[in-house]
T-cell receptor, first 113, second 114 residues
Framework: DAGVTQSPTHLIKTRGQQVTLRCSPKSGHDTVSWYQQALGQGPQFIFQ???????QRGNFPDRFSGHQFPNYSSELNVNALLLGDSALYLCASEGTGTTDTQYFGPGTRLTVL | AQSVTQLGSHVSVSEGALVLLRCNYSSSVPPYLFWYVQYPNQGLQLLLKYTSAATLVKGINGFEAEFKKSETSFHLTKPSAHMSDAAEYFC????????????FGQGTELSVKP
């Protein structure tokens, strides 16, 4: 049973560019959340998708957007990249009725130069 | 608003010694509480969770945590540290009435000396 997978593993972009990160949830899970983890910090909630709609959003600007597909996989898009967007981006999935337990993927390390 | 405070950004113990990582939370409703571990350059792995059942929760790798409502604490312990326990540990809280948003503490880095 595959866990949560994310791609790519690492990514290097320059300021002003746009980036798309991808996530496939754990088998049987229908809810996907995205988190940003800056170096030396705890993860910060970006948003959560359920039934292809954004259900909840954290304190992130509109440059951060997402999408969920019918197969429950998800994308995180970041436009107009800033140096401060450099971080580990974590995807987590959970299934309905699993006591709000989120399982995390390995993350995508984004470096903005 | 919910919040989590982890006391001590860095804890160092000797192999075989007791591990105690502290977590205090703030929540206006009965919370769900979690401990995750993160090894270098990896994602987060769930150690254990409290979801309003037994107050003493046992997790993987010999870790356990006790929910104390009167102290608003959820400290993580392990009787005997192993070298492989060296990692970053995160305490998190969620309000099950407001979806699955996890609020994390700043993390505690555990070092284990031989």
């Amino acid at each position: 049973d595959a866990g949560v997978t994310q791609s790519p593993t690492h990514l290097i972009k320059t300021r002003g560019q746009q980036v798309t990160l991808r996530c496939s949830p754990k088998s049987g899970h229908d809810t996907v959340s995205w988190y940003q983890q800056a170096l030396g910090q705890g993860p910060q909630f970006i948003f959560q998708y359920y039934e292809e709609e954004e259900r909840q959003r954290g304190n992130f600007p509109d440059r951060f957007s997402g999408h969920q597909f019918p197969n429950y996989s998800s994308e995180l898009n970041v436009n107009a990249l800033l140096l401060g967007d450099s971080a580990l981006y974590l995807c987590a999935s959970e299934g309905t009725g699993t006591t709000d337990t989120q399982y995390f993927g390995p993350g995508t390390r984004l470096t903005v130069l | 608003a919910q919040s989590v405070t982890q006391l001590g950004s860095h804890v160092s113990v000797s192999e075989g010694a007791l591990v105690l990582l502290r977590c205090n939370y703030s929540s206006s409703v009965p919370p769900y509480l979690f401990w995750y571990v993160q090894y270098p350059n990896q994602g987060l792995q769930l150690l254990l969770k409290y979801t309003s059942a037994a107050t003493l929760v046992k997790g993987i790798n010999g870790f356990e945590a006790e929910f104390k409502k009167s102290e608003t604490s959820f400290h993580l312990t392990k009787p005997s540290a192993h070298m492989s326990d060296a990692a970053e540990y995160f305490c998190a809280v969620t309000d099950r009435n407001q979806g699955g948003k996890l609020i994390f503490g700043q993390g505690t880095e555990l070092s284990v000396k031989p």
